[in-house]
């Protein structure tokens, strides 16, 4: 059971060969979305200019959050989870997308639905990942 990270969705709907490739060998009632990684993504489509392929994206976006819903494959952020993300904020967590950062909020709450739903996040490694060990990840992109 997988849980997309934001970045993965959005890289699946951007047609990223090694991400389709992954989403493709896993049945699709394995794969989890965060509605806050589907909160995210909706904004990011809905400010992309239709020139750059703003209506495609939005029919991707539709078509992989009908099947989430078709199979039950939506979580979201409860109070269990709530609790988790608290825990996380303890953490120095540092991400790496063209240079290192700190963890935002809205990332660590998708990373806390991992935790607590035991699903195996999908992202690229982040120097974060070694901080967690109980946060199981799978790279798509190898």
């Given at each position: 059971m997988y849980l997309f990270s934001t970045q993965t969705l959005m890289d699946l709907l951007c047609g990223m060969p090694e991400v389709k490739e992954f989403a493709d060998n896993v049945p699709s009632n394995a794969v989890y979305l965060s509605v806050v990684s589907l909160g995210i993504v909706d904004e990011a489509i809905r400010e992309t200019p239709a020139k750059d392929?703003?209506?495609?994206?939005?029919?991707?976006?539709?078509?992989?959050?009908?099947?989430?819903?078709?199979?039950?494959?939506?979580?979201?952020?409860?109070?269990?989870?709530?609790?988790?993300?608290?825990?996380?904020?303890?953490?120095?967590?540092?991400?790496?997308?063209?240079?290192?950062?700190?963890?935002?909020?809205?990332?660590r709450m998708v990373v806390a639905t991992a935790l607590d739903r035991k699903l195996v996040l999908v992202e690229q490694v982040q120097p974060y990942h070694r901080m967690l060990p109980e946060l199981k990840v799978v790279d798509p992109h190898g």
């Open positions: 392929g703003r209506d495609q994206l939005d029919r991707l976006f539709r078509r992989v959050l009908s099947m989430a819903r078709t199979h039950s494959t939506v979580e979201v952020f409860g109070e269990s989870t709530a609790s988790i993300w608290a825990k996380l904020g303890s953490h120095d967590l540092i991400v790496d997308d063209d240079g290192e950062r700190a963890m935002s909020d809205v990332e």
